[in-house]
């Protein structure tokens, strides 16, 4: 059972309660740094390329990655974020949130568009992205960056650069922070 | 939130959510393509009794921005003039399906009468001298993006208060988000009793306007007016008018608001319609991003955020 169905109340989310680490804070820090080189490879450099951010937790991630391609080729390439929240299919389960604001700096047609997101699970938020990118220009290409792959997906959706896999039980959450990556469980809140 | 029947229904937290939806809603208006797939296979219904162009136009951009369907029902031409009543009107829209029906109608407590005849959302776009709130709710939010929030600010609302339902939306909005409201009319325009109101009352415009961080405009509605409230309107607008010399005694960044339509002349002088610190105009586009955060608050979203902190996200 997704996590989105079983929360079909409030209050969402709950608390995270980590189980265990499966990535240290460098760990990350080297993820971004070897996808970053992915990218570059794959897209012969920086020409036409654009980095976004889903909100909000690949935000911060697209942000490290722009900066990281940045410190290899010179400079870094047009960086904007993307709230996906009103084209989600699951619209009325999930709260739009006021800070996920949605800033696209360039006409993103005939650009290739680098997705990035913390965590791809069944791949409906970035199905949704896929949509709300387009109404923002026609890409010549829209490509995958996440941190974690943990499996199930829904749709046939699959990532170009990953920073690790991660085989997960339906029931578990990823939590990507700064400090590192944890597996663990939701809690109700009030309940720790 | 199942309807939206009056501000005062709502708490200070509700009113700061819509606001802070209404951010992410005006963003939406910014892009190349203004539409988002949200609403999408909603079915929203007007049913305006009472003339409107502001309103109607600027809830339907609001509902096709979010990409629902529309159903517009147009009383000059429809079965009310075989003699059809509210009641059945109401049920054939909720037979046909709908799921949210915007009301406006001469008579106050009509929006929360359908609320019992039908499941469908409903929106008060204005009923009688009640409340009107989508209009507060444009108001607050562009006073918001001009002078930030609205906390420990004064704002005169001058006019034909005691036909207004705009004023009474504004009073409630304006003062659950922390401002000091003054009202400012002729005795004969004001509403009886006023001693619950959590307002000033004062007869003397040229004294309040220095103090204000915006002047608010009533129209002088002659439709609403059956019994001689006033001399003439040139003895109105010369007491009560925004007129240019009235223009000097505001503060230098003081907001002139005006619901619309205007009467140039009257309450307000062409001048302050078009003066730089005139967000009339803005108010109108506003409108657009209030009343899309409405629809999508009752069709489209999960419970608004109350708090800042932000939710563990799960992809």
């Known amino acids: 059972m997704a996590e989105r169905e079983r929360r079909t109340t409030p209050p969402y989310g709950g608390v995270f309660v980590a189980r265990t680490q499966i990535m240290s804070a460098d760990d990350v820090q080297r993820a971004v740094k070897r996808m970053a080189h992915e990218i570059l490879e794959r897209n012969s450099g920086t020409e036409n390329l ?107 959706i699959r990532p170009d650069y990953v920073g690790k896999n991660i085989p997960t039980r339906r029931d578990e959450i990823v939590d990507v922070q700064d400090d590192g990556v944890q597996l663990g469980e939701l809690a109700p809140k009030g309940l720790a | 939130m199942q309807h939206l029947l009056g501000i005062e229904d709502l708490s200070t937290q509700d009113l700061e959510a819509l606001l802070r939806l209404t951010d992410t809603m005006a963003e939406i208006s910014e892009r190349p393509i203004p539409r988002v797939p949200a609403l999408r296979g909603k079915t929203i219904a007007w049913l305006f009794y009472e003339d409107s162009t502001r309103t109607r136009l600027s809830f339907e951009a609001a509902a096709k921005r979010l990409s629902a369907d529309t159903m517009n029902f147009s009383v000059s031409s429809s079965s009310v003039k075989k003699g ?117 009352v004062s007869h003397d415009l040229d004294a309040v306007l220095p103090t204000v961080d915006a002047v608010y405009l009533l129209r002088m509605q002659n439709e609403r007016m059956d019994e001689a409230l006033l001399p003439s309107l040139r ?31 009257v309450e307000i002088c062409s001048e302050a319609a078009d003066h730089p610190n005139s967000v009339i105009t803005n108010q109108v586009k506003n409108g657009v991003s209030v009343r899309m955060a409405v629809l999508f608050q009752l069709l489209g979203s999960g419970p608004v955020q109350h708090q800042s902190a932000p939710q563990q996200e799960v992809a």
């Not at chain 1, 619209?91 to 949605?102: D, F, N, S, W």
């Not at chain 1, 069944?122 to 829209?142: E, K, M, N, Q, W």
């Not at chain 2, 006073?143 to 006019?159: E, N």
């Open chain 2, 84 to 200: 059809e009543s509210l009641r059945d009107t109401v049920q054939t829209m909720s037979a046909i399906g709908v799921d949210s029906i915007v009301v406006r109608h001469a008579s106050s407590g009509v929006p929360v009468r359908i609320a019992n005849w039908t499941d469908a959302a409903i929106v008060n776009a204005g009923d009688g001298w009640h409340e009107h709130p989508t209009q507060a709710l444009l108001d607050a939010y562009t006073f918001g993006v001009h002078r930030g929030s609205m906390s420990g600010s004064r704002i005169a609302i001058v006019g034909d208060i005691k036909h207004s339902r705009v004023a009474r939306s504004d009073v409630l909005a304006f003062t659950k988000l922390g401002a000091e409201v003054v009202l400012v009319a002729p005795p004969t325009l004001l509403p009886p009793y006023l001693d619950a109101w959590p307002v000033q």
């Open chain 1, 50 to 156: 654009v980095v976004i951010g889903l909100q909000t937790g690949g935000a911060p991630l697209a942000e490290q990655i722009a900066e990281a391609i940045g410190a290899i080729e010179g400079s870094p390439p047009p960086l904007g974020t993307i709230d996906v929240a009103l084209y989600r299919d699951d619209i009325g389960l999930r709260p739009v949130l006021p800070e996920a604001k949605t800033h696209i700096p360039v006409d993103l047609t005939a650009t290739h568009v680098v997705l990035v997101d913390d965590v791809l699970f069944t791949g409906r938020t970035i199905r949704a992205a896929l949509d709300a990118v387009h109404d923002f220009g026609r890409p010549r290409s829209v490509q995958l960056a996440v941190m974690v792959d943990r499996g199930h997906r829904e749709l046939p």
């Open chain 2, 235 to 265: 003895e109105y607008a010369s007491r009560f008018g925004l007129t240019p010399r009235r223009l000097e005694l505001l503060k230098e960044n003081a907001l002139i608001m005006h619901p619309g339509p205007m009467n140039r002349g």
